[in-house]
């Protein structure tokens, strides 16, 4: 179930076969697949009629491209800006019939290269342009994103204090992916933390990308809800982000 990216590009969806993807104002579309072979994420914003922003990144650079541009029925155009300069563009089409998805191809801005463009939508969320985070984190977009690619660094590196330091206990999880358990304090999840973070979790998390997270009233998750973090604390006073869940 859908959870209701590199230089200068400009993205071009032709309307095709199927029927066309309605996006509405308001609301983040992440959309997740492959430029030439490298995995990449694209999130698209309406910012009205017919009005679109957003930003990609190589999953494995984790570091946002932003884009501006437009969207007809399921024609989009997109210009992705570097420094203020167009760098490439990508042609193709956006469509809903058994998947939502765009399929097109990415040109240089010399019209040199050329390279396809394979993704489908991953999910759907709110938030406002500038923070899409803003529904429940009363802080900034860049640290909500810099807290989690911080925690999931600390678990592959197996910086037991830095974790211990950032979850909000209770916390429910496993032990070695089978065993359910509450860790009720720093010391426990220091005591535990090789079976919480056991091998097969670090290689769940370790290709995931902390940019464009899902969000809901819960948080902001990491790939499928592995980690998911909020705050805790008064937006009037102090507030801290927290990892709130490993679901691992």
Not at 27 to 32: G, I, N
């Amino acid at each position: 179930m859908t959870h209701r990216f590199l230089p200068s590009l400009l993205l071009i969806l032709l309307a095709t076969a199927g029927h066309a993807l309605n996006f509405e104002t308001g609301k983040w579309y992440d959309f997740e697949g492959t430029l030439g072979k490298t995995k990449i994420q694209l999130s698209l914003y309406m910012t009205g009629p017919g009005q679109l922003k957003g930003n990609y990144c190589y999953t494995k650079y984790e570091h946002k491209i932003q884009l501006s541009g437009s969207i007809n029925q399921n024609t989009i155009a997109l210009e992705e800006l570097i420094n203020g300069k167009t760098n490439a563009y990508l042609n193709g089409i956006v469509a809903s019939d058994d998947t939502d998805h765009f399929d097109g191809t990415w040109t240089d801005s010399a019209g040199l290269k050329s390279l396809p463009v394979v993704l489908s939508l991953r999910a759907i969320c709110g938030g406002t342009l500038e923070n899409r985070y803003s529904d429940f984190f009363f802080t900034n977009e860049n640290a909500v994103e810099d807290f989690m690619k911080t925690a999931k660094a600390a678990i592959l590196r197996g910086d037991k204090n830095w974790i211990a330091n950032n979850v909000r206990y209770p916390l429910k999880t496993t032990l070695d992916g089978n065993t359910p358990v509450t860790i009720k304090n720093a010391a426990q999840m220091i005591e535990n933390f090789d079976r919480i973070f056991h091998p097969e979790f670090k290689n769940s998390i370790k290709p995931l990308c902390s940019c464009n997270l899902f969000t809901n009233y819960q948080g902001a998750m990491l790939g499928n809800g592995q980690i998911w973090i909020n705050i805790i604390g008064s937006p009037v006073g102090k507030f801290a982000h927290r990892i709130t869940a490993i679901n691992n």
